[in-house]
């Protein structure tokens, strides 16, 4: 839902002339919000007959998610203007979404420098900084003087992204030596050099390279706004900014949250995904985790004679293989964003195993107590009758919850470091895979130790 006043519906009615003028004063983001659920061509033509400036501001705004089908239906004398004046990031996010021929297309009708520009940035992969990064940023020889260097930020201001921080170079190798907050620089002698208002410690970098998630590791830890991005010699290539990685964090976040459900990541919002694309999506993990349930029933077939014997231990299936199931679920999710975040590593499996195994003793044991007394209250107060044998049951049921939990947790916590070490992504399929764990081996636990407590008795 957009904060405007002007709804959707009301400006896919217009043509696209009278919907820009009716869309002109509105703020980017909303206009953003709106023409993402419209027509890529109707979309196209609205931009075409917004001034310039306005089209460029609507084209960067990360709300607008079908930028790249949007750019591919603009006229070509429209095309180069709007690619140039987007953000570097922007435009190369919106060029790698892009089937060929119309990738190529949109690149042709560029100036050379800017056409080279968005090439070294379409070859960064998806997953690091480099394919995130801005080019436009102010940078400086460090024999400046902090009037210099201001007078420079007045004049090239428009042309750049953000100036959060102004990058002060060596003169001579154009190497990066500090980064200066415009904080500092505003604060300082303008007179002075602008090395005298730099921190005096090393600055913070990144390759590009590395990883999103090491850049929003960094801005996080160093409370930045921006992260300079340098080559193996210290040549800035470009930087991170903080809203680069926001955009980062809520991309990642909602194909972490498809995945963590046994769903592939959908590339385009809910309602407009077409719907065999939606069945590809879902059916590949669900038939899959389908057939492994499946391995559920063949534990319940193996026990099929104690389940004759005492059909009361049915009652309580489902109590044993949901909470095996949350704990492990619990675990899982615990552990993924641990990994997510860098806080743990691939070789700290043992110290996560030696963690939750008494984790999930006392967590099944706390179920296991709360099991007990639920059978004892609802024979005592005649709710259901057990049977002459329902403290034993009771027992079963306690000391199965115990067994079952601790396993939960123990295989939720290792699952994802498994997950990881062979190459897939611990999201993907942790959570219905633990699930699915769980149900199986959580039956062969709770019969397994039925067969215990209750021979010579019920079985």
Not at 146 to 166: D, F, G
Not at 217 to 243: E, F, Q, S, W
Not at 267 to 295: D, H, N, T
Request: proline share 5%.
């Amino acid at each position: 839902m957009n904060d405007t006043d002007i709804a959707p519906n009301i400006v896919a009615s217009l043509d696209p002339a009278a919907a820009a003028d009716s869309l002109l004063n509105e703020r980017a983001p909303d206009i953003a919000e709106i023409l993402k659920g419209q027509d890529p061509a109707f979309a196209a033509r609205v931009l075409e007959h917004l001034p310039l400036d306005r089209a460029i501001e609507i084209l960067d705004q990360p709300e607008l998610d079908n930028a790249p089908e949007i750019l591919a239906a603009v006229k070509p004398d429209s095309t180069a203007a709007l690619l140039t004046g987007m953000s570097a990031d922007r435009a190369a996010d919106a060029l790698r979404e892009l089937e060929e021929p119309d990738r190529s297309n949109l690149l042709a009708v560029l100036e050379p420098e800017a056409r080279d520009m968005l090439r070294r940035l379409l070859a960064y992969p998806e997953d690091t900084a480099g394919a995130i990064m801005t080019t436009e940023f102010v940078s400086v020889p460090a024999t400046w003087t902090i009037a210099e260097v201001l007078h420079h930020i007045r004049m090239v201001e428009r042309t750049r992204e953000t100036v959060y921080a102004v990058y002060v170079l060596d003169p001579i190798r154009h190497t990066l030596i500090d980064a200066v907050s415009l904080r500092r620089l505003i604060a300082g002698d303008p007179h002075a050099n602008v090395l005298t208002v730099a921190p005096k410690r090393k600055p913070v970098a990144i390759s590009p390279l590395a990883s999103r998630d090491e850049a929003t590791r960094l801005i996080a830890k160093y409370n930045l706004l921006a992260v300079p991005v340098v080559d193996p010699k210290g040549h800035v290539l470009g930087i991170v900014t903080v809203d680069d990685v926001i955009d980062t964090i809520v991309r990642r976040s909602t194909e972490e949250v498809q995945r963590f459900g046994g769903v592939e990541a959908l590339e385009e919002p809910y309602l407009r995904i077409r719907f065999w694309e939606m069945i590809r999506k879902r059916a590949g993990w669900l038939c899959v985790l389908f057939l492994s349930e499946m391995l559920t029933a063949s534990a319940m077939q193996t026990f099929e004679a104690e389940l004759e014997k005492a059909i009361v231990l049915t009652l309580f299936i489902p109590l044993i293989m949901s909470s095996g199931g949350n704990s492990g679920s619990q675990a899982t999710s615990l552990l993924i964003r641990a990994l997510a975040l860098g806080e743990l590593r691939l070789r700290d499996w043992w110290r996560v195993a030696v963690r939750e195994l008494p984790t999930g003793l006392v967590l099944g044991t706390t179920l296991g107590a709360i099991g007990f007394l639920r059978i004892t209250l609802w024979q005592q107060l005649g709710f259901y009758d057990y049977g002459e044998h329902w403290m034993l049951i009771g027992l079963t049921v306690a000391a199965a919850l115990v067994g079952i939990v601790t396993f939960g947790s123990m295989a939720g916590s290792l699952l994802p470091f498994i997950l990881r070490g062979i190459g897939f992504d611990p999201a993907s399929a942790s959570a219905p895979f633990v699930a699915t764990l769980v149900d199986v081996t959580g039956l062969v636990i709770y019969f397994g130790v039925a067969s215990i407590i209750l021979r010579g008795t019920l079985l």
